[in-house]
C-alpha cells in the first residue's frame, strides 16, 4: 500500500525565515497533493503536482515534485503568523481507479512574531 | 456554497454508547470520504462512497463502525459500541469523481471523546 512520510515532525520558526517540508514515498506518486490543516479545522487544499519536475507556486508558498516522483517539497519564503497550522501531503492510491487520498503524517509548523 | 457541513462539532459520550455522526456534501459532488485523525495514527481513510453507494471500506476499524449514504445529501457514520479508543476527529469530505485531491473540500470535523 501507498505510505507517505513526512519531515520534519514539527517545526518552529521566526517570522520572515524561510522554510522546507519534505514528503517522501514509498512508491512512484501519480498525483501528490498538499493540505493545510488549521489548528481545530478541516484541511485546505494547497496544490497538486503530476508530472516529474512540476513546481508550482501560490503567494509565498511553493511546492516541487522530483523528477522520480517519489519526493516532494513544500517551501515557504518569508513565514508569517498565519502560516502556522500543519501541513499534509497527499497522494492517490494509484493501484486501482479510486479518487481517494492516502495522506502523510503532517508538519506541525509554528511561527513566532 | 455553505461547504461540506458536519454535526455535531463536538460529542462526547461514554463507553458503550451508540454515536451518529452527521455529513452533509456540497451539492454536485459525487464522491464521499470520511476520515478519522489522531495523534498517533495521523489522518485515516475509513470509507469512500461514490454516488452513494460504498466503494471501498477497508479503513473501517472493525463491525462497530458503520456508515450509511441513502441519498446525495447525506452520510452518516456511526459507531455501536463506543470505545474510548475511538476518541478521534472524523471528517468528513466530499468531491466531484475523478478529482480526487485536487477537489477534495473537508467538514470543519467532529471531535469525538469517548470517556
Known amino acids: 500500500s501507498q505510505e507517505l512520510e513526512q519531515s520534519p515532525q514539527s517545526l518552529i520558526v521566526q517570522e520572515g525565515k524561510n522554510l522546507t517540508i519534505n514528503c517522501t514515498s514509498s512508491?512512484?506518486?501519480?498525483?501528490l497533493y498538499w493540505y493545510k490543516q488549521k489548528y481545530g479545522e478541516g484541511l485546505i487544499f494547497l496544490m497538486m503536482?503530476?508530472?516529474?519536475?512540476e513546481e508550482k507556486s501560490h503567494e509565498k508558498i511553493t511546492a516541487k515534485l522530483d523528477e522520480k516522483k517519489q519526493q516532494s517539497s513544500l517551501h515557504i519564503t518569508a513565514s508569517q503568523p498565519s502560516h502556522a497550522g500543519i501541513y499534509l501531503c497527499?497522494?492517490?492510491?494509484?493501484?486501482?481507479?479510486?479518487?481517494?487520498?492516502?495522506f502523510g503524517p503532517g508538519t506541525s509548523l509554528s511561527v513566532i512574531p | 456554497d455553505a461547504g461540506v457541513i458536519q454535526s455535531p462539532r463536538h460529542e462526547v459520550t461514554e463507553m458503550g454508547q451508540e454515536v451518529t455522526l452527521r455529513c452533509k456534501p456540497i451539492?454536485?459532488?459525487?464522491?464521499l470520504f470520511w476520515y478519522r485523525q489522531t495523534m498517533m495514527r495521523g489522518l485515516e481513510l475509513l470509507i469512500y462512497?461514490?454516488?452513494?453507494?460504498?466503494?471501498?471500506d477497508s479503513g473501517m476499524p472493525e463491525d462497530r463502525f458503520s456508515a450509511k449514504m441513502p441519498n446525495a445529501s447525506f452520510s452518516t457514520l456511526k459507531i455501536q459500541p463506543s470505545e474510548p479508543r475511538d476518541s478521534a476527529v472524523y471528517f468528513c469530505?466530499?468531491?466531484?469523481?475523478?478529482?480526487?485531491?485536487?477537489?477534495?473540500?473537508f467538514g470543519s470535523g467532529t471531535r469525538l471523546t469517548v470517556v
Open positions: 503536482l503530476q508530472k516529474g519536475g
Open positions: 497527499g497522494a492517490d492510491n494509484f493501484q486501482t481507479s479510486y479518487d481517494k487520498v492516502i
Open positions: 469530505a466530499s468531491s466531484p469523481h475523478g478529482q480526487a485531491g485536487y477537489g477534495y473540500t
Open positions: 512508491k512512484t506518486l501519480y498525483g
Open positions: 462512497f461514490n454516488n452513494n453507494v460504498p466503494i471501498d
Open positions: 451539492s454536485g459532488h459525487n464522491s
